[in-house]
């Protein structure tokens, strides 16, 4: 089984690490409103993520929507080349506004 965290950095900070897939995602995705606890924009580092598959890349498009259905910012830093690529032959890479290594 794939392993994936998510841990609070600072206000609004957060990092991702392991492998975001299909094993690892679903708890990610029960964490997510941990998210928005805070005011302001929140930031989430892909620096940790070792490997990620289109679950991975689903789990941001999630984060995205719950962020604008609560009017807030959301902003991914440090996303994997690969994880780059798989968004923008999935043509969410413009949506995410995803920033690389």
Do not use: H, K, N
């Amino acid at each position: 089984m794939s392993e994936a965290s998510l841990e609070r950095a600072a206000a609004g900070r957060f990092r991702l690490r392991g492998e975001l897939d299909f094993a690892s995602v679903p708890a990610l995705a029960r964490r997510g409103r941990e998210l928005f606890v805070d005011g302001g924009e929140v930031r989430v580092s892909l620096d940790g993520v070792e490997r990620a598959d289109s679950a991975g890349l689903a789990l941001l498009v999630e984060w995205l929507r719950e962020a604008r259905r609560r009017q807030r910012q959301i902003r991914f830093t440090g996303v994997p080349a690969q994880m780059l690529s798989l968004a923008r032959v999935s043509g969410v890479d413009e949506l995410l506004a995803l920033e690389g290594r």
